[in-house]
């Protein structure tokens, strides 16, 4: 496998966590501003994956609103992900 080849699988790879973390984020952004039954095997499952990816953000923003604390404690890692995922990617891609 060539230097070029391994390079290009890793920046797949890298590109695809970053991407399911932030899908994961903004899953449980939606069931959360759409009041999802937070009994349900699966949200209860998109919670806490959620809350694992978004630990180090929580409650970084307090605002009164709770969807708006929903959404900016958990975008703003989201968007960090994606962020840094495709920057890591790329680098991955010209070596």
């Known amino acids: ?8 699988t890793a920046a ?3 590109v695809v966590v970053a991407d399911v973390a932030a899908v994961i984020l903004g899953l449980w952004i ?11 095997d ?5 919670q806490d994956a ?3 990816l978004a630990g180090w953000s929580h409650d970084l923003f307090t605002m009164d609103a709770e969807w ?4 900016l404690n958990y975008g ?3 968007v960090v992900y994606l962020l840094i995922g ?10």
């Open 42 to 46: 699966l949200v209860s499952l998109v």
């Open 68 to 71: 708006l604390r929903t959404v």
């Open 50 to 52: 959620a809350g694992w």
């Open 30 to 40: 939606l069931m959360s501003l759409l009041d999802a039954n937070r009994s349900n």
């Open 86 to 95: 495709h920057a890591v990617a790329g680098r991955f891609r010209r070596v």
């Open 12 to 14: 797949r790879i890298v």
């Open 76 to 78: 703003l890692p989201a």
């Open 1 to 8: 496998m060539s230097r070029r080849t391994s390079g290009n």
